[in-house]
């Protein structure tokens, strides 16, 4: 069952994972950021950059755990209701510094990628958009427990995708990519809403009976 959520706006992690300076992916995760605000949900706006941590090294895991950048992250993800990874795609496939970011966190314990929703998009000057890494992503983060969106973004040319200000210079796509992120912010509302109702629905219930909360709210 899934935990209860704190009152108040959806909390939404945005992260881009692509060190780069100019990273076209951290433009990307900027303007998914805005969105989320804009839909009166709480962007918390970072990149992967700002969580260091070595290669990953089960002597080093099995000697001191995880480093601080991985529990930072840990902390990031537990504390938002849903998160957004805005990611390039290099040699087709997942960026071997956010595969390594995963790699740790999932030593954490709880593990914190478990039952959180999350969306994928990604930049790229080529035609394909970075797309093909996302579909590899999808792999280690859904092996984890995390519900995936199934929509996802693929920004293509992005080198020439952006307009002043941050928006995406084609209005259809920014169209696109502005339904997909109310979409998915609909359903982190169902999905951690829906059992916070759910619960009140059984504690209401068990006022008036002696049935223990936790059975009634398993039947
Ligand atoms: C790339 N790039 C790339 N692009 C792509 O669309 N498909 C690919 O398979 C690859 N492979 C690849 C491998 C490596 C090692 C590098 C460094 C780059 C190009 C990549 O999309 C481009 O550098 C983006 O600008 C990276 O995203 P940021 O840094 O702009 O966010």
């Known amino acids: ?12 992690l945005v992260f881009g994972a692509s060190l780069r300076g100019d990273s076209t992916n951290a433009r990307l995760a900027a303007l998914v950021a805005q969105l989320v605000a804009d839909a009166g949900a709480t962007a918390d ?48 496939s997942v960026p071997g510094v956010l595969k390594n970011a995963i790699d740790w966190v ?69 169209q696109r990519l502005s339904d997909t992120v109310g979409s998915f912010l609909s359903l982190v509302e169902s999905s951690v809403r829906y059992a916070s109702l759910q619960r009140r629905w059984y504690e209401f219930l068990a006022d008036c009976t002696d049935a223990p909360i936790t059975q009634r709210a398993q039947d």
Not at 1 to 12: E, K, S
Not at 109 to 128: E, R, T
Not at 155 to 169: I, K, P, S
Request: hydrophobic share 35%; with cysteine.
């Open 106 to 174: 999932s030593r954490v314990q709880p593990q914190p990628l478990k039952d959180k929703n999350a969306m994928l998009v990604s930049a790229s000057p080529s035609l394909s958009g970075g797309n093909r890494g996302l579909w590899a992503l999808r792999v280690p983060l859904e092996h984890l427990g995390t519900r995936v969106y199934p929509d996802m973004f693929s920004l293509a040319n992005a080198y020439q995708g952006f307009a002043d200000g941050g928006r995406l210079a084609d209005p259809r796509l920014q």
């Open 45 to 92: 706006l970072t990149s992967l950059g700002d969580f260091e941590m070595p290669l990953y090294n089960g002597d080093v895991d099995a000697a001191q755990g995880p480093p601080k950048g991985a529990l930072d992250l840990r902390d990031r993800i537990e504390r938002c209701d849903g998160f957004v990874i805005a990611s390039p795609e290099y040699n087709a």
């Open 1 to 12: 069952m899934p935990t209860d959520t704190a009152p108040g706006p959806l909390r939404v």
